[in-house]
């Protein structure tokens, strides 16, 4: 699930970074066009900071960029995303990043290096230090796919909870979105509103079916 890239920063720029009083979860750049497809750009209030020397030592065309940080004592529910993501941890003191489908944890070190995490599984993240455990997180690019046959989807939920309605939708479809991105068998991914729409292979909407949970409509457009 997570794997060293060779993308690194010194620590002692890490240190820097830690010094800063981190409490809320920030976004430090912006989309310059579609939000899951297209590069973002780092806000200017972050250029000429240590966040920006950060965000450049990973030399890739990025997604959105977020200071994550999660509190003593706390964690996050099961779920998996449809983009893969790259991490750079700051700080934590016994926090952990655990793939739940294969009951594996990773511990998160301060160590300087960019980490590629596989989100297509099931996992949480966990914190049972005494200080904020703080992440730079990164979004990749879905990949514009070039789909032979392309049939246009859309997944409604159909219960009122929208928060618990996400949580069906990362528990469940984001595991079977994110395998297809990567074998580029969707494209034109948008979501919003407890609505999603994307464009798969024709011969793909019988799989989708089977992994669309009862609480969400799939309607072939």
């Known amino acids: 699930m997570l794997k060293k890239t060779d993308y690194t920063v010194n620590t002692s720029l890490i240190q820097l970074a830690c010094s800063n009083d981190l409490r809320d979860r920030i976004t430090i750049n912006e989309p310059s066009g579609d939000f899951f497809y297209d590069p973002w750009n780092l806000k200017q209030v972050y250029k000429g900071t240590i966040w920006e020397t950060l965000y450049n030592s990973l030399p890739v065309a990025k997604g959105e960029c977020r200071v994550i940080v999660l509190s003593p004592r706390d964690c996050y529910v099961s779920h998996a995303d449809i983009d893969d993501r790259y991490h750079l941890n700051i700080q934590g003191d016994h926090c952990y990043l ?18 590629d995490m596989d989100a297509g599984r099931r996992h949480t993240a966990s914190n049972f230090g005494r200080i904020f455990r703080v992440q730079l997180v990164v979004r990749k690019l879905l990949i514009r796919a070039n789909l032979l046959n392309p049939v246009s989807v859309k997944l409604t939920a159909n219960i009122k909870n929208k928060e618990h309605a996400r949580y069906i939708f990362d528990d469940t479809l984001s595991i079977w979105l994110n395998y297809a991105n990567k ?8 979501f919003g509103d407890g609505i999603v729409h994307f464009a798969t292979e024709s011969s793909l909407i019988e799989e989708l079916k089977f992994h669309t949970p009862k609480e969400f409509t799939l309607e072939i457009l």
């Open 98 to 115: 655990i793939d739940l489908d294969n009951e594996k944890m990773h511990s998160l070190q301060s160590d300087g290096i960019w980490y």
């Open 183 to 190: 074998n580029e068998m969707i494209s034109n991914f948008k």
